[in-house]
């Protein structure tokens, strides 16, 4: 290991047990394990493998450890524009709940309740998602955790509502 390297990983240890308590220690210390395998992978890594991702399909996605209110961790997200299948990479944006005594933020987007995704992961009957625009971003399709396989459930939002989803994002750019 270069000496360098070295010097920067000891600071970074260091900042880590100054700055943050046992849970997010151990949150950071599981990204660093899961990029750890992206890294080992990516060589190998075939994104054809993969089901083809269409517009307003969810997703699950791993987005790892992140600064400041940036999303992390494993989510829920919508794939937003076309694909190709041998891509390496995709466009997401993150899905939250919604919680109507907070209201929505200009950067969001209220879907309504999705049933068949409310079922599929657990949420109880009547829960309400969010689209979290301002956290648009690209992701390697590793960071996909499902569906992955024809054998994994794929669901879609519909045309209109990604539709809306489009049009507020061009809305949040040209603001």
Request: proline share 2%; charged share 25%; aromatic share 6%.
């Amino acid at each position: 290991m270069s000496s360098s390297l070295k010097t920067t990983a000891d600071k970074l240890c260091n900042k880590i047990l100054e700055k943050f308590d046992a849970k997010v220690i151990d949150i950071f210390d599981s990204w660093l394990e899961t990029w750890t395998t992206y890294l080992d992978q990516e060589a190998e890594f075939i994104a054809a493998d993969l089901v083809q991702y269409n517009p307003g399909d969810i997703i699950s996605v791993c987005l790892g450890f992140n600064v400041g209110s940036e999303q992390g961790g494993n989510r829920p997200a919508i794939v937003i524009g076309k694909n190709s299948r041998s891509n390496k990479t995709i466009l997401v944006v993150p899905l939250g709940s919604f919680d109507k005594t907070k209201g929505l933020k200009k950067s969001e987007v209220l879907l309504g309740e999705l049933a068949e995704f409310n079922q599929e992961t657990g949420h109880t009957k009547g829960t309400e998602s969010k689209v979290l625009l301002g956290q648009i971003r690209t992701i390697s399709k590793q960071r996909i955790i499902k569906p992955k396989t024809r054998y994994h459930t794929k669901l879609n939002i519909g045309a209109e509502k990604l539709k809306l989803i489009e049009d507020e994002l061009i809305k949040l750019i040209k603001s």
